[in-house]
């Protein structure tokens, strides 16, 4: 996940996985058919993996201080120390894999920008800013990818990993959506419109952590892809197509301005236009490249019917109460059946 709306950068860190990874006996000896760059790629995939998921923690650590902090029930903390718990778990099944492919899951990396405490009198605002972050963004995103990358996986090994981590991911993503909802008695119109106008920056990072983490270009093999290579262009517009289908239209009925907050997200690492050049979008019209003229609010010209209907953002339904993953997409495409992953 870790695609919070950071604050600032701090030291190196060693993060030696290593032991922990052998102790999961991952056999993934199949994987030797692989030619030795794909493994490489495979395995620097998986690493990347095992970071971000071990830094996860510390976001859902702090995020359960600011719970407490806001008066949130001991119920609601103690859920937010099993994520952070878990986010541990799946960083030693990410260097399992690793490790299961040849490699060696020790990584001397940044350690990453804390969860921003926003500053604010209002705990309870400070909280949801990170809540909206965390889980109803980031976490909502990583359902989405997660499954598509089950679907793509070829060994069993890795269908169980993925199948594991998937299922906490929807109720890391749940668990916001629910508090949203339970707070929103005590939100009022001029919270909520703070909490929109933050909205923007928390999409921009959104926007810029997902596209450099999803590097641009297809996976080299379809082999690659079942051990984890990402198809980078694909999986780009299935990102889109979460904000837009679900993120931002499960954002509105809770009566926050989201469809404003993205159109005036504010970019954080450079321009819409160099974000998205790399990009092909396929079928439905869409275009190559050309900034934000490829994330139309509607997601009309995104090229989603095939996203939908290979990837499966019905997953979506069970990470986000009363969503209507992809109906808009399949409205427009035809689309009403799953169809057969290769």
């Not at 790629?41 to 990347?48: E, F, N, Q, R, T």
């Not at 997660?146 to 890795?158: D, F, K």
Request: aromatic share 4%; charged share 25%.
């Amino acid at each position: 996940m870790s695609g919070y709306a950071e604050t600032q950068a701090s030291a190196l860190w060693r993060l030696d996985l290593d032991d922990a990874a052998r102790r999961h006996r991952l056999d993934l000896s199949d994987a030797a058919a692989l030619p030795e760059r794909e493994r490489q790629v495979a395995v620097a995939s998986w690493l990347g993996r095992m970071v971000n998921e071990t830094r996860s923690a510390r976001v859902f650590a702090a995020l359960k201080g600011q719970a407490r902090d806001a008066g949130l029930s001991g119920a609601t903390v103690a859920e937010l120390a099993r994520f952070e718990a878990e986010e541990l778990r799946h960083g030693e099944l990410c260097a399992a894999a690793a490790v299961a492919l040849g490699g060696s899951a020790v990584q001397v990396v940044e350690r990453g920008p804390d969860v921003p405490d926003h500053e604010l009198e209002d705990s309870l605002e400070g909280l949801l800013r990170n809540v909206l972050s965390i889980s109803c963004l980031s976490e909502t995103v990583a359902v989405a990818l997660i499954q598509a990358e089950r679907l793509e996986s070829g060994p069993r090994a890795l269908q169980r990993l993925l199948r594991e981590i998937l299922a906490d991911e929807v109720g890391h993503a749940r668990a916001g959506w629910r508090l949203l909802d339970e707070l929103a008695p005590r939100l009022g119109s001029a919270r909520r419109d703070r909490l929109s106008a933050w909205l923007a920056l928390a999409f921009g990072h959104l926007e810029a952590h997902e596209l450099r983490e999803l590097a641009p270009g297809p996976a080299p093999s379809a082999l690659a892809e079942a051990y984890g290579v990402c198809d980078g262009d694909r999986a780009r517009q299935l990102f889109l197509t979460t904000v837009h289908s679900v993120i931002i239209p499960g954002l509105e009925r809770r009566g926050l301005h989201a469809g404003w907050a993205w159109q005036h997200r504010q970019a954080t690492c450079c321009s819409a236009r160099d974000l998205y050049a790399p990009m092909r979008l396929s079928s439905g019209g869409g275009r190559s490249g050309g900034g934000d003229g490829a994330t139309d609010s509607d997601g009309a010209g995104l090229g989603v019917a095939d996203v939908v209907a290979r990837w499966g953002t019905w997953r979506l339904q069970r990470a986000v109460p009363g969503a209507r993953a992809g109906s808009s997409a399949r409205r427009r495409s035809g689309i009403g059946r799953r169809r057969t992953v290769r």
